[in-house]
């Protein structure tokens, strides 16, 4: 094996699992020291730099940096279901108990003539509009609705997500110069370009519900919805209650969202029925536990055939049985298993099979070539169309997805906005910041904490079964309370302090080796990779994870770590008669628009340890 290269910001990225796993690349560890000191401020505007909806993700968000956490790893032979760090929630916890950190926030500049429209007030959007207003462009942000916050407030219930977080965190987008446009539906882009805007950026999301076209579905018509359309109903009002008996259809987050949703709007026997197993349920699996832990079945392998009804009258759905079978390139097919038809009865049907874009307002001679899935044909990285002027991101831009990666998307886009309107080329992305300190206080002493906690993962607590299923506003999570989110965040192995080595300090004394508490590192002759991995002290069984290779050493032997297990504790450090080894914090921030927000993640940073 080569020596790693060190000198890419890529390498000790990729060991920080959680933030490489982030689509936003937030910078998890360092958020989590904060709210372990409890200076939630600074550790909120960590997170606003990044994912600038920490409230709202706090609670909502599909967690992608959980399970690429090390601590479940590490812990694997442990504990029977080692777990890892609540780091959503932990985000939850410094929205929660901050103070007004409007100061903090940057404050625009004079205004440089340049004008932008934003279409839609999702996520993408408002990340767009919070991007570019600070650096003096005169951003539009476009909704049919009259509050801002796109799908997050249309589809996602109350009892998840409540109205007063969304409003105060899209409220600090329009706070710092972006113009918000409510009730305006934009239903012609020609009409839209002609208005003199020097870039578009469209960020309406996938608007359109799939429907099943079965026997019966014309005829039981008013008692049949569209999942995401009836999630709207109920945020707007409209829909009030469900009758007694409610099937919902699909495997999604969004069904998730119905049948609880309905449980709390008088459904007595609301089930979920889906035609997928449930470890392939796209859902998310605390969302999927949240539904069964309030009492609703999830009935798998079974395909809807037909909506049975009476004069027009819903009474129930036929479903086959099936069961999986996968080739030998694993490909899934769902095969019958001459199983009886199975009847469920029901009032009501939801169907949450899936979402689609619609862009019927973008006339197709304008210039925007679209693939044949209807998805605009975007710059690999840019999202900027093949009208050099117009940007797409979020669900508009890839099909359906989640919150923190339309934020990604709406900072990648703002970057292209801001090089194109200055004339620069939009396939030159800016590089990350990052940022290597030694975290040395002496010879024997950290500015961290090294020695985590080794507690189970805390539990957040709920809301009162009674009092949470008999409204439909009623938060369901309470979130961490101060000396709860203390403990939980102890759990965290700073996986952003880096284990640092010189080789020429080194003298081969094996001291690290020796006092090493996972046998990560190894000294021993180089080969191949594959090789190489299995004669480490412990197997490096994660081909995913990085070594650390060094250059060859005095002896010929190189030092191999293995980033999979280390738990940066710093004892080869404290250990190392030479000083070979350092313990260093790494901080990657990904590049924003005209580095507006770098100042305000690195002040927080420089003061935290």
Known sequence: ???????????????????????????VPEYIRLIAQRRYDDAYMVNWVSNVFPGILGRTCDRPCEPACRRGRVEDHNLPKPEPVAICRLKRVAADFKTDVRARMPRPLPPNGKRVACVGAGPASLTVARDLAPLGYEVTVFDAEARAGGFMHQQIPRFRLPEHVIDEETGYVFALGAQFRPGTRIDSMRALLGQGYDAVFVGSGA??????????????????????????????????????????????NTA??????????????VKVIVRSGYDEMKASPWEKEDAQHEGIPIINMHVPKAFVHEGGKLTGMLFEVVRAEYDAQGRRQLVPTGEPEAFFACDEVLIAVGQENAFPWIERDVGIAFDRWGLPELGKGTFQSSL???????????????????????????????????????????????????QKMGIHEWSYDNDPSNDPR???????????????????ELGFDPATAAKEAHRCLNCDVQTVFTPNLCIECDSCVDICPTDCITF???????????????????????????????????LVKDEDV?????LCAERCPTGAWDMQKFLLLTAKAGDAFKDIAMSAERTGV
């Open 524 to 558: 021993t002759t180089n080969g191949e990779e594959a090789e190489l991995r299995q004669r480490l002290h412990a197997p490096a069984l994660h081909p995913e994870e990085p070594l650390f290779v060094s250059p060859a050493l005095k002896t010929g032997r190189v």
């Open 458 to 476: 805390y539990k957040v607590p709920w809301a009162q079964a009674e009092k949470a299923l008999a409204s439909i506003a009623v938060e369901v």
């Open 256 to 269: 998730m969202d119905c049948c609880r949703s309905a449980r709390r709007l008088g459904g007595e026997d």
């Open 1 to 27: 094996m080569q020596p790693t290269n060190t000198q890419d910001p890529a390498y000790f990225h990729q060991v920080v699992d959680c933030q490489w796993a982030c689509p936003a690349h937030t910078p």
């Open 388 to 438: 050099p002027q117009v940007f797409f991101g979020g669900d508009a831009a890839y099909g359906p997805k989640n919150i923190i990666t339309a934020v990604a998307h709406g900072h990648e886009a703002a970057v292209s906005i801001d090089l194109f309107l200055r004339g620069q080329d939009v396939a030159q992305r800016p590089p990350p910041h990052v940022n290597l300190v030694s």
């Open 566 to 570: 280390c738990l940066h504790c710093g």
């Open 207 to 252: 608007p359109r519900g799939r429907d099943l076209d079965l026997p019966g579905r014309k005829e039981a018509a008013a008692h049949i919805h569209i999942g995401i359309d009836w999630l709207a109903s109920v945020s707007f009002g409209h829909v009030t209650s469900v009758a007694r008996r409610v099937i919902v259809l699909g495997g999604g």
